[in-house]
């Protein structure tokens, strides 16, 4: 096994390390029990935090702590009130896994809140990863998850103003900045992915999502697939990932991240590593664009690094004291 130098060394040399820009952000966090990413993390992670100090699985934390964020109705990015389609459809993306492989997953989901709970649904009661559309609709109602509209006035009248001018220019990290944003855009989208561990070091995580606002109908991102949004590793560790999702899966970056805790990274130099990767992967193409990846280990320790920034997590203990933190960024002040 090589050092954790060597390792770094090897990953960034194969990145390119054509980039060299200022690092802005947190230090590494050691001994937490859940990590999430953005400031509504924090209000999930209590929620996951509850669950399994009443005696819950893991897997019990993480779709308890993904249910707050796709109920809360002030958040346009997961669940219900998300912002539609282009179509004017709100269609959900989520996965559950643990660190035996187990995993669920949907995309494209609609009429139903809780994506989380039914892609745990699809890791217990099928033989199958992912289900899909229509497909994962009907497989909701199957198991008697009810119809809802997702579709609130708040976020229909999105909508409808951006139809007037039908133009996307995404902005970094507006999900923080407050929502709708400015008049005509499209207001950016967000995720919230969820590590969670316990004092045996076991893991598990989950991931979802509303999507991009205003994609096109049937568009998926890398919230729902396994080793590109989410991938959990027994007794190496976790990772999830937050902003433009294309990005994501062009590097399978969950599974890069988690690749580099195994190579002996720590938690924050594997996810410096997927960005850089990136970013010299992509050039100008990722210009203004963002992407951050959130990762826990085994042991507890937690890193976080994007590439631009504006990205925060949330990080809880055991016994539910919670930080909400500012990532590591590649690029800007």
């Known amino acids: 096994m090589p050092s954790r130098r060597q390792a770094m060394g090897t990953m960034l040399a194969a990145g390119g390390m054509a980039v060299a820009p200022r690092r802005v952000g947190a230090a590494p966090v050691d001994a937490a029990t859940m990590v999430s990413t953005w400031d509504f993390g924090a209000a999930a992670n209590a929620a996951g935090i509850a669950r399994l100090r009443a005696g819950g699985s893991l897997l019990d934390a993480v779709e308890a702590a993904g249910k707050v964020a796709e109920a809360d109705p002030a958040n346009h990015s997961v669940g219900y009130s998300g912002y539609p389609d282009r179509d004017g459809r709100v269609t959900l993306d989520a996965v559950i896994m643990d660190d035996a492989g187990n995993s669920g997953a949907v995309a494209a989901l609609e009429d139903t809140t809780h994506a989380i709970s039914v892609a745990r649904a699809v890791m217990e009661h099928t033989p199958h990863v992912m289900l899909v559309g229509e497909g994962a609709t009907r497989f909701a109602r199957d198991r008697g998850f009810l119809a809802t509209r997702l579709l609130t ?170 930080r909400v933190l500012k990532a590591s960024s590649l690029f800007g002040a």
Not at 211 to 229: L, N, Q, T, Y
Not at 300 to 308: E, K, S, W, Y
């Open 153 to 322: 006035p708040e976020s229909e009248a999105a909508w409808r103003e951006w139809l007037k001018t039908a133009a996307y220019h995404p902005q970094a990290n507006i999900e923080n900045q407050g929502l709708p944003g400015r008049p005509g855009d499209a207001r950016n989208h967000d995720t919230i992915g969820i590590l969670a561990r316990d004092e045996r070091g076991r893991m598990a995580g989950g991931c979802t999502t509303s999507g991009m606002a205003f994609k096109m109908h049937g568009r998926v991102g890398d919230s729902p697939i396994v080793g590109a949004g989410l991938y959990v590793e027994r007794a190496v560790g976790g990772a999830t990932a937050t902003g433009v999702g294309e990005e994501v899966v062009r590097i399978a970056g969950a599974a890069r991240v988690v690749a580099g805790m195994r190579a002996g990274l720590a938690p924050m130099a594997a996810c410096e590593e997927a960005v850089r990767h990136i970013a010299n992967l992509r050039g100008d193409a990722i210009r203004g664009v963002q992407v951050g990846f959130l990762a826990l280990d085994h042991r507890g320790r937690v890193g976080a690094f994007c590439l631009l920034p504006g990205f925060t997590y949330a990080v809880s203990d055991a016994n539910g004291s919670t």
